[in-house]
């Protein structure tokens, strides 16, 4: 399945959403789950700076989903995030049964900006999504934003120079 015109709105949004995080001194992480019939359901973005490195934002759509929706209204949903599902929240979108992925830039590609600007590795592996959960549809990256994803981890990794 390719992105449509009409998803980048909330492709968008989840620029917007790392920007905030961005700007709160957090890493530039920002996810949006919406329904099948095109409703933004919530949102949020990367909170790891309070101290808990599991506040990722997909994996945080993924407990809102298990508690609101009912597994019929989660498996037509789709999540729309920034950067691709780490294998964490790869897993809690597969257990909680959430349908396609859409991300603007894949772990790959985050991984390549994250070694060129020096960033420590990170103590899971950036495994692609349909290593961790090869039901899941998962479309990206997308080249219309993914520059704009990319400066926004360069301006995060140069502040603590
Ligand atoms: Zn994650």
Not at 14 to 33: H, K, N, R, T, Y
Not at 91 to 102: M, T
């Amino acid at each position: 399945m390719a992105v449509r015109d009409d998803e980048l709105p909330y492709l968008r949004r989840c620029v917007e959403l790392a920007a905030e995080a961005l700007e709160a001194g957090d890493e530039p992480f920002g996810s949006v789950l919406v329904s099948g019939d095109g409703t933004v359901l919530a949102e949020d973005h990367n909170r790891v700076a309070s101290g808990d490195r599991t506040r990722h934002p997909e994996f945080e759509l993924a407990r809102w989903a298990a508690a609101h929706m009912t597994p019929e209204e989660r498996a037509a949903a789709t999540v729309y995030t920034s950067g691709e599902h780490c294998p964490m929240c790869a897993a809690a979108h597969a257990w909680v049964g959430l349908g396609r992925i859409v991300y603007v830039a894949s772990s790959e590609q985050l991984t390549s900006w994250l070694t060129e600007l020096g960033a420590a590795a990170p103590p899971v592996r950036p495994l692609p999504v349909s290593a961790i959960a090869p039901e899941v549809t998962v479309d990206g990256p997308v080249p219309e934003l993914t520059d704009a994803i990319a400066a926004l981890h360069r301006r995060f990794h140069r502040q603590g120079d």
